[in-house]
């Protein structure tokens, strides 16, 4: 499995749905869609995606 980490390509804000996908080895389409499903949902999401941004590295070379 590979480390969590914000890949450099493949990104399409920050790169947390990417580096989730990555990590869990499923389709960054997926997380993305799940991740706006969940959208609709009361909840801190926003929050959460931007301490992912916050958080996980970005992915080195």
């Known amino acids: 499995m ?3 980490s914000r890949p450099r390509n493949g ?4 790169g947390v749905c990417a580096a ?3 990590r ?3 389709s960054p389409f997926l997380v993305r869609a ?3 499903a969940s959208l609709l ?3 801190p999401q926003i929050l959460i995606y931007v ?3 916050v958080l996980i590295p970005d992915e080195k070379f």
């Open 2 to 4: 590979a480390s969590l």
């Open 11 to 14: 990104r399409v804000i920050a």
């Open 20 to 22: 989730i996908a990555q």
């Open 24 to 26: 869990f080895g499923v």
């Open 34 to 36: 799940a991740f706006l």
């Open 41 to 43: 949902l009361p909840g």
């Open 51 to 53: 301490a992912g941004w």
